[in-house]
Nanobody
Framework: VQLQASGGGLVQAGESLRLSCAAA????????MGWFRQAPGKEREFVAA????????YYADSVEGRFTISRDNAKNTVYLQMNSLKPEDTALYYC??????????????????WGQGTQVTVSS
């Protein structure tokens, strides 16, 4: 599986971005998917996750109510809609596929395939 993340950019605080993660190779439709981020000098942290069918979603407290994860299995793509962006959201954002398809986790070790990352920079 190859994951290609895109959609990052430079925005001002309060603005929005939508990240996309397109999967190639083996289908990902039977796997939960997640988004993580890593800011300079900090550890990679969980942002959001979604079950294989999109029926349930999970968020970090820091993004709850501002970010929305979704997926389109027909397009092999998962999305992260980010609204009301804050400077502290600045990071490299990664998408990842759950190692065990039905398992949704906040732990990075539960994911086996990772995208290359897309940079999000929010200015104040």
């Amino acid at each position: 599986v190859q994951l290609q993340a895109s959609g990052g950019g430079l925005v001002q605080a309060g603005e929005s971005l939508r990240l996309s993660c397109a999967a190639a190779g083996r289908t990902f439709s039977n796997n939960a998917m997640g988004w993580f981020r890593q800011a300079p000098g900090k550890e990679r942290e969980f942002v959001a996750a979604i079950t294989w069918n999109g029926g349930s979603t999970y968020y970090a407290d820091s993004v709850e109510g501002r970010f929305t994860i979704s997926r389109d299995n027909a397009k092999n793509t998962v999305y992260l809609q980010m609204n009301s962006l804050k400077p502290e959201d600045t990071a490299l954002y990664y998408c990842a596929r759950s190692r065990r398809g039905l398992v949704v986790s906040r732990q990075s070790g539960a994911y086996d395939y990772w995208g290359q990352g897309t940079q999000v920079t929010v200015s104040s």
